[in-house]
């Protein structure tokens, strides 16, 4: 009986995502080969170009998977903690040690190799993060349940961001905000987070167009429009009262219509006025909530202050806090300016190197625009540009859909276990996928800002690989050991 | 799991990540089938950054004369892949007037990866650099003949006078370390690598220009993308206007000929720099262009050691020109009064004998005067033995000598490369004799500037200037446009304890050990040093300024193992100020003879 449970570690290791695991990092090094092969170059092999030694961190991290696999299952929980504090101390000292690679400390040498400890950081952060969660007794009740791995993730993304300066690496951890939906988090803090997003891009992108009567700004009308939508929206869910809707909106609408009629001979403030609205409707949910003792809808009358507020401070973090170069990336995204020679250069050619593939791609190692080196980091962040040019639409595609069947398999996975504990970090390995898969190839496609940050398994470079290795393969042997649990 | 109430969520999850895929298929779809401009952007008309290299700014004396400016030199290129087989390779090294072994073994260079990384058969790659005008001028009219080949212009340094070479710097090839740390260069940029090239190389180096290119697949030029509006032009950079006054400066580089040592002279009022001077030194243009890495690795190797800036690298005991900070601090701290009296027994004196012959009991400043080495034991004696406990008035009195800049860097200011000197602190004294193990006696030295305390010639040119300023100085510098009136450092002496130390300064020109080299009508303040050197000869040592009323030039002069600095540091900084003053030295016989005189054999002109 026992015998049939456990088992062998080799009959019950999933070899499909071992199989997806070995196609990926496969062909992730055929297209680092084509980017950084220039016509004349020697073997796959050969050490002294990227192919070649991204050969000898594959071999490396296929040593590591199957060392990872033939360790104690239990080791991994044991360990959590503890590897989680040593991971913290490490990157805090990292910048101590690194030296400075434009304008980021997060590498440090060890005799030839350069290793990224944040890439590392991952794995642990969700192995503790697992730990935590996956006691007997915890569960998400209320916000306070939350705090702790908050924490947990907060910590290693600020340290990341204030001392490393590497906003990408630490952006990762928001992918954790999924395995606490998943848990048992309100659905609504994921919404507030597309509000927030929505609400910056609008300020941000039409808080300089000014409106065609009075004054005030195209974005500030626009997102009062949506705070106030969003008002009514809740007064009227919570009310099964479809009626106050219209009345709502039509006395929203004569406000606006008066304005109108006033602008004709004062200059009305649309913005402040606006504003007022916002703040009306606030006040008038505080007062149903009270009134029908709904206070669930005091949080919406709350919220939509607070976005007040933060609207106003878009603009202020876009122009003081974020660096001048992260703020142009924005800026040449949303199309506010054009700079194909600077900021805009990598995106628009990488525009230009995979639209250039067509339908069927300019075949392997026969895509110009990476050749001419025309696309930069087209071996790492850009490395989905040199699949765009030479496999084409028909590649792109399919590199996209394998990597979509990665990560549905991972949560397959996710949800086979019987324990909690690991199938949370099942869902922190899926999401740290899906996360890094949506930034880095939304950035090549010219759909997010460019924030660096690698395509996992086909990228270039030792730390990043042997960072998805290890955050994979310790899923794999705790998803073996799935049997030797009780139910 | 059981009772999980959350379970629908997964579908939620997994819908993002469908979702997620979908939008970037579309994108896909959109960018690769419908978009038909990239396809023709890429086929045809593949973007160039093609760079435009700014002319460097020029440097200028304090008196607008021009010191450094630029040369144009120009680089040949080659692109491997648009030489054809019809390539007259023959009739390309007549031109340039190489043979063919040359441009064989040139060649196998340029494509080997390992010395060359970058290389690429679709990219130019530089096949001659650093040429000439008349060098490239054959091939120019014959480009035509020779596809894939370019010239691509550049400047080069160039020196009007062989003088200054520490205080102006070199400009190098940018190193792996720079281009890390900075976006703005990449391989094959030059920079300053030392001196005021490097201090301001980014006020020099202007702003790269850029030429946006279209060019074919086959990676020919096609002319310019969208007429050139993304074009930038280069920026020249911003010329340096500094305060040093180039007579001055070759001056004094002459008259230390055949010497190793250093003169720094700094206007008192402004601290602008007027001369910096470290002999050996090298002619600038040395180190420019093809020959810079050779002539480089010899001046690395020069046993005298051309490279070191020795007037702000070196460091020396004062010797007796810091009996004029001595007597200022024991005046600011009531050891002595202008009319305190100490008896002096000549060469007989103990614990230090007087070097010189002169009257007994002395005042403060006959003492100078003569430079009467008893006369300033007693006074360092007297102020340290007021207190039980040394350690407290040894402080106070170190913390007062600290704040003529000495036993420490100028902070605020553009000079590179300095030594901080070294004036002993109370834990070293502690630590070589036990806490209760050292008096007075034990650290005599001290007050005549020997033993532990170690001066730069530039500290030794600001002590001068904060005598002549009565009380501050404003950290040394070399730029002329920097308003350097924020950077005054106040001394906490009395301004009336100074004119009994300019009064005695004075006299040691009209009596004292300056008198020989003294020009009466300059009225000149000085104090001569001989530091004791314990690997060989003395140093002789001179600090002074004039004129005594209003100091318009303070000066510090060294010259390393050459005896009493009353014979050779004196008159170098003599006809110094004499020169800046004046215009001219008329003394031509004296600066002959200074300049002319070999001390050590070794140093070598470069």
Same mark, same amino acid.
């Given at each position: 009986?026992?015998a049939?449970?456990s088992?062998n ?7 499909i995502?071992i ?5 990926l990092?496969f062909?992730?090094w ?5 980017a950084?092969? /220039?016509?004349d170059?020697t073997?796959?092999?050969d050490?002294?170009?990227r ?13 590591m998977?199957?060392i ?5 299952y239990?080791t991994?929980?044991v360990l959590?903690?503890?590897?989680y504090g040593a ?10 040690l690194a ?7 997060s ?18 952060v ?6 935590y969660m ?7 009740r ?8 908050f924490?947990?993730i ?12 590497e /906003?990408g690496?630490?952006?990762?951890f928001?992918a ?5 939906y ?5 659905g609504?803090?994921?919404w ?5 997003v ?9 808080g300089?167009?000014?409106l065609p009567?009075g004054?005030g700004?195209?974005g500030m009308?626009?997102c009062m429009?949506?705070?106030?939508a ?10 099964r009262m479809r009626?106050?809707?219209?009345i709502?909106?039509?006395?929203v609408f ?5 304005c109108?009629?006033?602008n ?6 649309f913005?402040w ?6 703040v009306?409707? &606030?006040?008038?949910?505080v007062f ?6 709904k206070?669930?809808?005091l949080?919406v009358?709350?919220f939509?202050l ?10 202020f973090v876009?122009?003081?806090v ?8 924005i800026e ?8 194909? &020679? ?6 628009n050619?990488a ?5 250039s593939?067509?339908?069927?791609g300019?075949?392997?190692?026969n895509g110009?625009?990476t ?5 930069p980091?087209?071996?790492?962040d850009?490395?989905?540009c040199?699949?765009g040019?030479?496999?084409g ?13 990665f ?9 086979r276990?019987r324990? /909690?504990?690991?199938q949370?970090?099942?869902y922190?390995?899926?999401s740290?996928?899906l996360f890094h898969?949506?930034i ?7 759909l997010?800002p460019?924030i ?8 270039y470079?030792?730390s990043?690989l042997w ?14 050991a799935?049997?030797?649990q009780l139910? | ?6 379970y629908r969520?997964?579908y939620?999850?997994?819908?993002i990540?469908?979702?997620i ?7 896909l779809?959109?960018l690769?089938?419908?978009?038909q401009?990239t396809k =023709? ?8 950054k093609h760079i435009?290299?700014?002319s ?7 008196n607008?004369e021009l ?10 290129t080659m692109?491997m ?13 007549r031109?340039?007037?190489i043979s063919?072994e040359?441009?064989?073994e040139r ?7 390992r ?5 690429? @058969?679709? #990219? ?6 650093q040429?000439?005008?008349?060098d490239?001028a054959t091939?120019q009219?014959e480009l035509?003949?020779f ?6 212009? @550049?400047?080069?340094? =160039?020196y ?10 070199s %400009? ?7 281009i890390d740390?900075?976006d703005?260069?990449?391989?094959g940029?030059?920079s300053?690598?030392?001196?005021l090239?490097?201090?301001?190389e ?5 702003e ?8 074919d697949?086959?990676? *020919? ?8 509006e993304? =074009? @930038? ?13 180039i007579?001055?400066q070759m001056?004094a ?7 190793i040592?250093?003169a ?5 009022k402004?601290?602008e720099?007027l001369?910096?001077?470290s002999n ?9 262009g093809k020959e810079?890495?050779?002539?480089y690795?010899k001046l690395?190797?020069?046993p005298?050691?051309p490279l070191m ?11 007796? #020109? ?8 024991c005046?600011?701290?009531g050891?002595?009064t202008p009319? #305190? ?10 614990p ?5 012959h ?9 003492a100078?005067?003569?430079s009467?080495?008893?006369?300033f034991?007693?006074?360092f @004696?007297?102020?340290?033995n007021?207190?039980k406990?040394?350690h ?11 704040q003529?800049?000495l ?8 000079l590179?490369?300095q +030594?901080?000197? +070294?004036?002993p602190?109370?834990q070293l004294?502690d630590?070589f004799?036990g ?5 007075a006696?034990?650290?005599?030295s ?5 033993g532990?305390?170690?001066v730069?010639?530039l500290q030794l040119?600001?002590q ?6 009565e009380?501050y100085?404003?950290s040394p510098?070399l730029?002329k446009?920097?308003?350097m ?7 906490d002496i ?10 005695g300064?004075n006299r ?5 050990t300056?008198?020989h ?12 040093g001989t530091?004791?050197?314990p690997?060989g *000869?003395?140093?002789?040592i001179?600090i002074?300024f004039a ?9 510090a002069?060294v010259v ?10 004196c008159?170098v900084?003599s006809m110094?100020?004499e020169q800046?003053?004046t215009?001219?030295v008329?003394r ?11 001390l050590n054999? +070794? %140093?070598?002109?470069w």
């Amino acid at each position: 009986m026992r015998a049939s449970r456990s088992g062998n570690i080799w009959q019950n290791v999933d070899w499909i995502t071992i199989g997806i695991f070995l196609v990926l990092v496969f062909f992730g090094w055929l297209n680092i080969y084509g980017a950084s092969y /220039t016509f004349d170059q020697t073997s796959i092999f050969d050490f002294s170009n990227r192919a070649g030694k991204q050969f000898t961190w594959i071999i490396g991290s296929l040593i590591m998977g199957i060392i990872l696999l033939l360790i104690d299952y239990k080791t991994y929980d044991v360990l959590a903690y503890f590897a989680y504090g040593a991971m913290l101390l490490l990157l805090l000292a990292t910048p101590f040690l690194a030296h400075d690679i434009k304008g980021s400390l997060s590498w440090i040498s060890l005799g030839p190799v350069s290793l990224q400890p944040a890439e590392f950081a991952k794995c642990i952060v969700a192995l503790a993060v697992a730990k935590y969660m996956g006691r007997y007794e915890y569960k998400i009740r209320t916000w306070r349940d939350l705090i702790v791995p908050f924490a947990l993730i907060g910590v290693p993304a600020l340290i990341i961001i204030v001392l490393q300066k590497e /906003t990408g690496s630490a952006l990762v951890f928001a992918a954790f905000l999924l395995v606490f939906y998943r848990q048992g988090m309100s659905g609504y803090v994921l919404w507030i987070c597309v509000a927030a997003v929505a609400l910056f891009i609008i300020s941000i992108r039409f808080g300089g167009i000014a409106l065609p009567l009075g004054s005030g700004s195209v974005g500030m009308l626009s997102c009062m429009l949506l705070l106030a939508a969003v008002e009514i929206y809740f007064i009227c869910k919570e009310h099964r009262m479809r009626w106050q809707a219209l009345i709502l909106i039509g006395s929203v609408f004569l406000v606006y219509g008066i304005c109108l009629l006033i602008n004709i001979w004062v200059t009305v403030p649309f913005d402040w006025i606006s504003v007022g609205i916002v703040v009306a409707l &606030a006040l008038y949910t505080v007062f149903i909530s009270i009134y029908w003792r709904k206070y669930i809808l005091l949080l919406v009358a709350l919220f939509s202050l607070f976005c007040i507020g933060y609207t106003q401070a878009c603009d202020f973090v876009f122009q003081k806090v974020l660096q001048p170069h992260q703020r142009i990336r924005i800026e040449v995204l949303l199309g506010m300016k054009e700079d194909p &020679a600077g900021a805009g250069y990598n995106v628009n050619q990488a525009r230009i190197a995979i639209g250039s593939g067509r339908f069927l791609g300019k075949g392997y190692l026969n895509g110009t625009q990476t050749k001419l080196q025309f696309v930069p980091e087209q071996d790492t962040d850009f490395i989905f540009c040199t699949v765009g040019e030479e496999w084409g639409f028909v590649g792109s595609i399919g590199v996209l859909l394998v990597y979509l069947f990665f990560i549905l398999r991972l949560i397959e996975i996710a949800e086979r276990q019987r324990n /909690t504990s690991t199938q949370i970090y099942a869902y922190a390995v899926a999401s740290i996928f899906l996360f890094h898969l949506t930034i880095n190839v939304g950035m090549v496609l010219g759909l997010l800002p460019v924030i660096g940050i690698p395509l996992p398994f086909f990228s270039y470079g030792g730390s990043s690989l042997w960072g998805f290795t290890l955050l994979l393969f310790i899923l794999l042997r705790l998803d073996a050991a799935r049997m030797e649990q009780l139910r | 799991m059981i009772n999980d109430q959350f379970y629908r969520r997964r579908y939620v999850i997994s819908g993002i990540a469908v979702l997620i895929v979908l939008v970037y298929i579309v994108r896909l779809f959109y960018l690769q089938i419908i978009d038909q401009s990239t396809k =023709d952007q890429a086929d045809n008309n593949a973007l160039v950054k093609h760079i435009i290299y700014p002319s460097r700014g020029l440097i200028y004396d304090r008196n607008g004369e021009l010191l450094v400016f630029n040369q144009p030199i120009y680089e040949i290129t080659m692109t491997m892949r648009e030489m054809g087989k019809d390539w007259d390779t023959t009739a390309f090294c007549r031109c340039l007037d190489i043979s063919r072994e040359e441009f064989d073994e040139r060649l196998v260079e340029i494509k080997d990866r390992r010395k060359n990384r970058g290389y690429s @058969r679709w #990219t130019p790659q530089v096949f001659m650099s650093q040429l000439k005008k008349e060098d490239i001028a054959t091939l120019q009219e014959e480009l035509f003949l020779f596809p894939g080949v370019d010239i691509q212009k @550049r400047t080069l340094r =160039d020196y009007t006078y062989k003088a200054a070479a520490h205080v102006l710097g070199s %400009v190098g090839e940018v190193s792996q370390n720079d281009i890390d740390r900075d976006d703005y260069y990449i391989r094959g940029d030059y920079s300053g690598r030392d001196g005021l090239e490097r201090t301001y190389e980014k006020q020099l180096r202007g702003e790269k220009g850029i030429e946006v290119l279209m060019r074919d697949v086959k990676g *020919r030029i096609q002319g310019s993308y969208q007429d050139g509006e993304l =074009d @930038r032009t280069a920026k020249a950079g911003t010329d340096l206007y500094t305060t040093l006054d180039i007579r001055l400066q070759m001056l004094a580089e002459e008259l230390l000929a055949g010497k190793i040592g250093s003169a720094v002279a700094i206007e008192p009022k402004t601290g602008e720099i007027l001369a910096l001077v470290s002999n050996p030194g090298w002619n600038p243009k040395v180190l420019v262009g093809k020959e810079r890495s050779k002539n480089y690795n010899k001046l690395l190797h020069d046993p005298t050691k051309p490279l070191m800036n020795r007037a702000t690298q070196a460091m020396y005991p004062p010797g007796s #020109t810091f009996k004029t900070i001595q007597s200022l601090v024991c005046l600011e701290q009531g050891a002595i009064t202008p009319n #305190t009296l100490y008896p002096c027994s000549g060469p007989g004196s103990t614990p230090i004998k007087c070097t010189h012959h002169h009257g007994s009991p002395v005042a403060l400043d006959r003492a100078i005067e003569q430079s009467c080495n008893p006369y300033f034991w007693c006074a360092f @004696r007297d102020l340290l033995n007021r207190d039980k406990d040394i350690h407290k008035p040894y402080e106070k009195w170190r913390n007062a000598v600290m704040q003529f800049g000495l036993g420490q860097k100028f902070t605020d200011t553009d000079l590179a490369e300095q +030594s901080s000197g +070294s004036i002993p602190s109370t834990q070293l004294y502690d630590k070589f004799y036990g806490k209760d193990g050292w008096k007075a006696i034990t650290i005599r030295s001290l007050s005549i500037g020997q033993g532990e305390i170690l001066v730069t010639p530039l500290q030794l040119a600001n002590q001068a200037a904060c005598i002549a300023n009565e009380g501050y100085y404003i950290s040394p510098h070399l730029n002329k446009n920097d308003s350097m009136r924020i950077h005054r450092h106040n001394l906490d002496i009395h301004k009336h304890h100074f004119e009994v130390v300019k009064e005695g300064m004075n006299r040691v020109m009209i009596y004292g050990t300056g008198r020989h080299y003294a020009v009466d009508s300059l009225h000149m303040a000085g104090k001569t040093g001989t530091a004791q050197n314990p690997h060989g *000869r003395d140093h002789a040592i001179f600090i002074g300024f004039a004129p005594v009323e209003d100091p318009q030039i303070a000066v510090a002069v060294v010259v390393e193992n050459a005896g009493f600095g009353a014979t050779w540091a004196c008159p170098v900084a003599s006809m110094m100020i004499e020169q800046y003053l004046t215009g001219e030295v008329k003394r031509r016989d004296l600066r002959r003879r200074i300049g002319e005189t070999v001390l050590n054999e +070794s %140093v070598k002109k470069w």
